[in-house]
């Protein structure tokens, strides 16, 4: 789908996220819904983004996003393909996540349970199924960032280790908890690309550290395990 124009188009920043001297490796869930855009978003930042569908192809990535799409067949493709404890794994070895819509909903309890939030399919109702409104994202300057909803969840309950991001009409719309990071709209729909600059900082973090602070990793870290 192309690119809606955002409040702030053409506002993205030149490519500035390439940690070293090689670009950040994305990896972008490629079983369904708008891969497309996500991977187009994240070169643009100067990113090297690449579809993931297999395992062996979580190897040698920075990070990886989950796109939004359909919850229920993203599940499956997950099932069927044998990522969940892949992903489990990558986690919680410290790489960042980005979860989109149907990928916030992934990620939540319900499905792969990285991320400690309760979420609700569809929530905002058959009659604004998708809607476009302004959010204020911390730490992403005063300015709002034009969020476009398509059938969208909202975050119904979130736990202690969860920082919420930015809310929508009271409901938590971004959150994140340690290298997992989610929004219930689509913003790779518009040029403003801020949280995509945010999670490409966050890999980058990951790349340059080796690992994350224990604080900021999602579940227990290595040294963290009770022996
Ligand atoms: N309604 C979809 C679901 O529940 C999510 C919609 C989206 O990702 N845009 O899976």
């Not at 229920?72 to 069927?80: D, K």
């Not at 604004?128 to 059938?151: C, H, M, P, Q």
């Not at 280790?161 to 908890?177: I, N």
Request: glycine letters at 14%; proline letters at 6%.
């Amino acid at each position: 789908m192309a690119g809606r124009s955002g409040g702030r188009a053409e506002a993205t920043p030149p490519p500035s996220h390439n940690a070293g001297e090689r670009a950040l490796r994305i990896g972008v869930l490629a079983i369904q819904g708008d891969f497309g855009a996500h991977r187009h978003a994240l070169a643009r930042l100067g990113a090297e983004a690449v579809e993931i569908r297999r395992p062996q192809e979580l190897d040698g990535l920075d990070g990886l996003v989950i796109p939004g799409g359909e919850s229920t067949t993203i599940r499956m493709g997950l099932e069927t393909y044998a990522l969940e404890q892949p992903l489990r794994d990558f986690v919680s070895g410290g790489r960042p996540v980005f979860g989109t819509c149907a990928g916030l909903i992934v990620l939540g309890r319900a499905h792969l349970g990285l991320i400690d939030i309760e979420t609700k399919r569809n929530a905002y109702g058959r009659q604004v199924r998708s809607f476009e409104s302004d959010v204020v994202v911390e730490g992403l300057g005063d300015e709002s960032l034009r969020a476009v909803f398509i059938r969208g969840p909202w975050i119904e309950a979130v736990g202690g280790d969860v920082e919420v991001l930015a809310e929508l009409d009271g409901r938590p719309v971004v959150a994140r908890q340690g290298n997992v990071l989610v929004a219930a709209f689509h913003p790779e729909l518009t040029d403003d690309l801020r949280l995509h600059a945010s999670f490409l900082a966050l890999a980058g973090a990951e790349q340059n550290n080796g690992r994350l602070p224990a604080s900021r990793r999602s579940g227990p870290g290595k040294d963290e395990v009770p022996a």
